[in-house]
């Protein structure tokens, strides 16, 4: 999906209207990324209401406007960063149950409900570090060179777990 | 199929998957703009918030007030020319070339244009140690071009053809290589680089470490067979760090008499907090700006150096920049005529953006506790890789990705060219291209290595910048030198040898080795030999190298092949014999002799179940290990079943036994202290350890497996033990979070470090720092921090 840049434009500008529909549409990907790798619904919304405000606040520092979705990326990742540095448990589990917003009796074919179940238990087993650099990456598609930009971590770093996490799920689906 | 397509290949087959799956989520009514536009209610955009204020704060200064363009771009950063002079003799020897750090200014200060009389500097390295200085910023263009076979749309991964042997310059490393290693390789950069071990990379969630207890800088720490081993004498417990008199940064560092303490916490604005150590008060407190990563502390002599990684717009120096930027750049000529360059003129340009992080030292004078006084400040594009002091100086390494398209000639130099900034010239500072390394003939990936040398002792002293193209995750530091190790595709590291001599850096060789490199402790310098331990990846699986390699980093000795199936998983050098523990299902501990550099040997290995994540030297025959127990199950999967710690006697190297274990907890079980060492304390004096963690146990046997993750956390803290050669380890105390139960209530505030002063013993989490005493483990004082 291409972000208009003028309508970026006009909410760096500071036209509140023009931000909530750029917010818009990248919310529904900012949930799934917190989603997956905070693993259950509560603290994802958390985080992306506190990046719709974070972003909101900043967006006048934003250089380029056709990086409004990198940067707000951005934003959420360090967001998720926070959150997970305040988890009680070392490795915060995915609640599978949370993760399925359609209840089982909603006639979902069996096979692919317990598909989905079995996606989600496998990402369970990687750290919420890893399930980021899994959503960036595999589901939002950006390099590692740009994940690694957005966690500020090293690019060796974010390369060498997306690579493992990668094998790894692949074991655990197969 | 090659491993990249095989890397493609999973990618691809699990986007498929995920696309199923989240196709599925929908997003919360709560998370619509229209339910979250009232909490803008009270906010307005603001270019930046005013830092907190508090009566008895001190506040760290903003940037307003200086001159920004006073001084543009002044400051020499690097005595460029007489390093060219020398650079001839500079592999030769192996010295360390110490061109006088004039402060002669760069060409750029005048003309904006670097000097492009400078003789002949291409040709002067590319020797055997395989590097060049590029001569201008068009020659730095052109280097940095972007090649088209960059232009992929997700996780880039080389994917050429298999080497053809003929090749010499390990653009891309293939496996080939793993039979026929290139030693001196030039740097080639930045390409994905899976390492061996996900859990392992020193870098991680708080990007850069963090640390333990620390030590008076000036205090001469005792040194073991080249390792920073033990405390002294000196009434509190030294750093643990890798090599003795190269400090490294954490979040808590001592004198003795004050504790400095980072509070990181997730939620406030992190501060220094500076508490008196016997009559537990808050001296003063340094209030930060949020880091966006590493954020930690040095203490050399009465200075305190606080690190931190800062967003762009956090540049103070900004607008300093533009003017340097100007005579290289057709854009900013303009701007510079019409308008005045500014911060909007630059978004103006909108081509592409300088959008980095950007890391930042900032000095203050701590010898008055109560009134430390911000005395310096300095700034790095990029983020944060690591750092150290020795000797009084600072010495950051950072990467800059270059997301700019070097063949726009609009694309301003500063989004090409690292830039650094220093309050000592209030001015921002192009790197010259004559501070830029790149190895000719190398196919180059728009990253930088920076490396800095700033002197803490003097302040008037220009720091030192350099760079070189190619990039690097991890670090070893001796006295002499500063080694890089970067990977380029997985299959061989690169190397490149800084030498450095107080504010003086000088790339001096670069090399390579097969494999990847698992972290700090994987590398060694002793008696001019640098020896790197390896895990390489091949079709039949890994094994496992150990290389030595001589000042120009040619190789010349090695072992390879080891443990074939299994990876590293830590490493230590005891003088002249190296422990390397690798894991599959049991945990190996080679003993490798290198007294004979060309010739290095197996002398023994033992094999135990778990593994060892960390291994610290007691004395020359013994090890601490600190790692992962694990259970084999039914189905023949390895699974993790707590932790262990474990004594090694490799006193009779061809047959090392594990004297002494002890086992923690069950699945669910961790400690920060296998991971990073600055978290695990060690007091040899005294017969301790300690480290924080949190421990999980199967509390109903008949009910629950031991390795199912719902076991329990029964205690969450720091630990304290007891050890000893003849009697193993024992629990001395527990320190719950919070100070009381079993810690499970206080989770959220974690212990991170515990610090020895004297007869007490300081834990610290992010918001309070409680002290014990050691003779009864009971309570004696505490802070809120």
Redesign the interface.
């Known amino acids: 999906m291409k972000i208009e840049t003028e309508l970026v434009r006009s909410a760096r500008l500071g036209d509140k209207e023009s931000f909530a529909q750029v917010y818009d549409q990248v919310a529904m990907d900012l949930y799934k990324v917190a989603l997956y790798t905070l693993g259950n619904a509560h603290d994802a919304e958390d985080v992306v209401s506190e990046t719709f405000i974070e972003a909101y606040k900043g967006i006048k520092n934003l250089r380029d406007d056709s990086s409004f979705k990198p940067w707000i990326m951005r934003i959420l990742s360090i967001r998720c960063k926070r959150r997970i540095g305040g988890y009680v448990k070392e490795k915060g589990n995915i609640d599978i149950e949370e993760c399925i917003n359609a209840p089982a009796e909603e006639g979902d074919l069996a096979g692919s409900a317990s598909e989905r179940v079995t996606v989600l238990q496998a990402l369970d087993s990687l750290s919420e570090q890893e399930r980021l650099i899994i959503s960036l990456a595999v589901m939002q598609g950006y390099t590692t060179r740009e994940v690694s930009e957005m966690l500020n971590i090293p690019h060796g770093t974010v390369s060498s777990k997306l690579h493992r996490s990668l094998i790894k799920l692949r074991k655990i689906l197969e | 199929m090659t491993d990249s397509d095989k ?1 493609m290949e ?2 691809a ?3 498929e ?6 196709e ?5 009514p ?5 339910a ?2 009232h ?2 209610e009270d ?5 930046e ?1 005013p830092p907190p204020q508090g009566p008895a704060k001190v506040v760290h200064p903003r940037w307003g007030n200086w001159k920004p363009w006073a001084a543009a771009a002044a400051i020499a950063l690097v005595a460029a020319t007489a390093f060219h002079q020398f650079g001839g003799s500079l592999v030769a020897n192996g010295n360390l070339i110490t061109s006088a750090s004039s402060s002669a200014a760069s060409a750029s200060a005048d003309s904006g244009k670097p000097d492009e009389s400078a003789p002949g500097n291409t040709a002067l390295f590319s020797g055997a140690a395989g590097i060049s200085y590029a001569s201008d910023y068009s020659q730095v263009r052109t280097l940095l071009a972007p090649k088209e076979s960059e232009r ?5 991964e080389e994917t050429g053809e298999p080497a053809s042997g003929a090749t010499m310059d390990g653009v891309s490393p293939e496996e080939g290589m793993l039979k026929a290693p290139v030693p001196t390789n030039p740097l080639t950069a ?7 071990e ?1 859990e392992s ?1 020193a ?3 708080g ?1 850069a470490a963090t640390g333990s207890a620390s030590e008076k800088s000036t205090a001469p720490p005792a040194p073991m067979a080249g390792n920073a081993l033990v405390t002294g004498d000196a009434g509190f417990t030294a750093a643990n760090q890798q090599v003795a008199g190269v400090e490294e940064s954490d979040i808590v560092k001592t004198d003795g008499d004050s504790l400095f303490i980072h509070t990181n ?3 406030s604005t992190p501060e220094v907090v500076i508490v008196d150590a016997s009559s537990m008060e808050k001296l003063s407190t340094i209030t930060l700006e949020p880091s ?2 590493a954020s930690e502390l040095y203490l050399w002599d009465e200075t305190l150096v606080v690190m931190q ?1 800062e ?3 956090a540049l103070p120096f900004q607008k300093g920049i533009s003017e340097a930027v100007a005579s290289d750049n057709k854009s900013y000529q303009k701007a510079a005529q019409g308008e005045t360059p500014s911060h909007s003129g ?2 103006e340009s ?1 081509t ?6 950007v890391i930042s030292a900032t000095l203050f004078d701590v010898s008055d506790r109560e009134q430390p006084k911000e005395i310096r400040r300095f700034e790095q594009d990029g ?3 690591s750092s150290r002091v020795s000797d009084g100086t600072l010495y950051l390494v950072s ?1 800059k ?1 270059v ?1 700019g398209d070097s063949s726009d000639e609009d694309t301003p130099m500063d989004e090409l060219v690292p830039v650094t900034g220093d309050s000592l010239n209030q001015a921002s500072q192009l790197l010259e291209a004559q501070s830029i390394v790149y190895c000719p003939d190398v196919e180059i990936d728009p ?1 930088y290595t920076v490396v800095s040398a700033l002197n803490l002792s003097d302040c008037q002293q220009p720091a030192n910048t350099k760079a070189v193209l190619g ?1 690097a ?1 991890e670090i070893y530091m001796s006295k002499d030198n500063l080694y890089l190790a ?2 380029s595709d ?1 299959s061989s590291t690169n190397l490149v040898r800084v030498a450095v001599e107080d504010s003086d850096i000088h790339f001096a060789a670069t090399g390579k080795v097969p494999g ?1 490199v698992l972290g700090q402790f994987s590398m060694d310098e002793s008696g001019g030999y640098f020896r790197v331990a390896s895990t390489s990846f091949s079709d039949s699986g890994t094994v496992n190298n150990l290389y030595v390699l001589d000042q120009s980093l040619k190789q010349v000795g090695s072992v390879e092949g080891l443990a074939p199936g299994e990876s590293i998983k830590s490493v230590r050098y005891l003088g002249d014999t190296a422990y390397v523990v690798t894991f599959r299902e049991v945990d190996p501990l080679f003993a490798i002799d290198l007294s004979t550099p060309s010739k290095p040997k197996v002398l023994g290995q033992l094999k135990t179940p778990g593994f060892s994540e960390y291994l610290h030297p007691v004395d020359s025959s013994t090890l601490i290990g600190f790692g992962t127990n694990t259970t084999v199950a039914e189905n023949g999967a390895v699974m993790e079943n707590g932790m262990k710690l474990s004594l090694f006697d490799v006193s009779d190297p061809l047959h090392p036994k594990e004297s002494q274990v002890f086992y923690l907890g069950n699945q ?1 079980s ?1 400690s920060e202290g296998k991971e990073n060492h600055k978290a695990f304390f060690y007091d040899g004096q005294r017969g301790q350890i300690g480290f924080p963690a ?1 421990i999980a146990t199967q509390v109903d046997k008949d009910k629950a497996d031991p390795l199912s ?1 719902q076991n329990e ?1 029964t205690f969450s803290g720091y630990l304290l033990l007891d050890f000893s050669k003849e009697d193993g380890f024992s629990i001395a105390a527990y320190f719950p979070n919070g100070g009381e139960g079993n810690g499970v209530s206080a ?2 505030d974690r212990i991170r470090r515990g610090v020895r002063i004297g007869e007490s013993f300081y834990t610290i989490s992010g918001q309070q720092l409680i002290r014990y005493s050691l003779k009864d483990y009971e309570q004696s004082g505490s802070v809120a921090l």
Not at chain 2, 43 to 47: A, I, L, N
Not at chain 2, 152 to 156: A, D, G
Not at chain 2, 352 to 357: E, I, L, M, N, Q
């Open positions: 890397k999973n990618m087959w699990l986007q998957k995920f696309q199923a799956e989240t599925r989520i929908e997003l919360p709560s998370l619509t703009s229209q979250l536009l909490l803008l906010v307005e955009p603001e270019e918030s992929v749309e997700y996780y880039q930045g390409e994905p680089t899976p390492q061996m996900e990379a870098i991680s969630e990007d916490t997730a939620s966006y990563g990684t967003a762009p717009s630059m978004a909108n592409s953006y300088r959008d980095a992080f983020s944060y890789v990467q990705y997301w990253v990039s995750d970067g990977s997985g990847q669910g961790s949190t993750s956390i989770l959220g």
